[in-house]
T-cell receptor, first 111, second 117 residues
Framework: QKEVEQNSGPLSVPEGAIASLNCTYS??????FFWYRQYSGKSPELIMS??SNGDKEDGRFTAQLNKASQYVSLLIRDSQPSDSATYLC???????????WGAGTKLIIKP | GAVVSQHPSWVICKSGTSVKIECRSL??????MFWYRQFPKQSLMLMAT?????????EQGVEKDKFLINHASLTLSTLTVTSAHPEDSSFYIC?????????????FGPGTRLTVL
């Protein structure tokens, strides 16, 4: 069964520090990986996508993918209180756009 | 960027009634749309894949006769919760990938919060 796993948290990080979110997946055939941010009562919004091993940076966000170890992570530098949200990791296992979701990690940035 | 809208944004209904939720792609054509359900403090659960002009594909455990999906045009998919009960109260979200742009451009609607009394 294809699964994506995340620690539910909450993960508490002081403002200005680096927040590190991790995700593992079960299927080595996974092709694409995504990090979504979801505020309470809102739908998810895409933060980062990553397809190849290594790092991908976009502003304060860096996604890291290690296919050999089957994990993907998201680093948030200079964390802000507005980054407080639930972060959902998702992966696709085939080409039909269907996303397999992790349970999400609740991130709390403390001022 | 591409926009997906949902209507209504919230709805309260009595037990036993039916509720229709609309998902529209506003500036692109979506041959495929996904319907999700999310209970409080849980992740998204894919209910079904809606395909324009054909029958929806339901995930295991989702009752197709209770959650009716119609994708009659390239910009509109509807989810009808028939004979709703309190346990159907949830946050329903649709998403759509614009064709030919890859999986990372899947756009989400703002969601519909359903409360069944």
């Amino acid at each position: 069964q294809k699964e994506v796993e995340q620690n539910s948290g909450p993960l508490s990080v002081p403002e200005g520090a680096i927040a590190s979110l991790n995700c593992t997946y079960s299927d080595r055939g996974s092709q694409s990986f995504f990090w979504y941010r979801q505020y309470s009562g809102k739908s998810p919004e895409l933060i980062m996508s990553i397809y190849s091993n290594g790092d991908k940076e976009d502003g304060r966000f860096t996604a890291q993918l290690n296919k050999a170890s089957q994990y993907v992570s998201l680093l948030i530098r200079d964390s802000q209180p507005s980054d407080s949200a639930t972060y959902l990791c998702a992966a696709t296992f085939d080409s039909n756009y269907q996303l397999i979701w992790g349970a999400g990690t609740k991130l709390i940035i403390k001022p | 960027g591409a926009v997906v809208s949902q209507h209504p944004s919230w709805v309260i209904c009595k037990s036993g009634t039916s509720v229709k939720i609309e998902c529209r792609s506003l500036d692109f054509q979506a041959t495929t749309m996904f319907w999700y359900r999310q209970f409080p403090k849980q992740s998204l659960m894919l209910m079904a894949t809606s395909n324009e002009g054909s029958k929806a594909t339901y995930e295991q455990g989702v009752e197709k006769d209770k959650f009716l999906i119609n994708h009659a045009s390239l910009t509109l998919s509807t989810l009808t919760v028939t004979s709703a009960h309190p346990e159907d109260s949830s946050f329903y979200i649709c998403s759509a990938p614009p064709p030919g742009q890859g999986t990372d451009t899947q756009y989400f609607g703002p969601g519909t919060r359903l409360t069944v009394l």
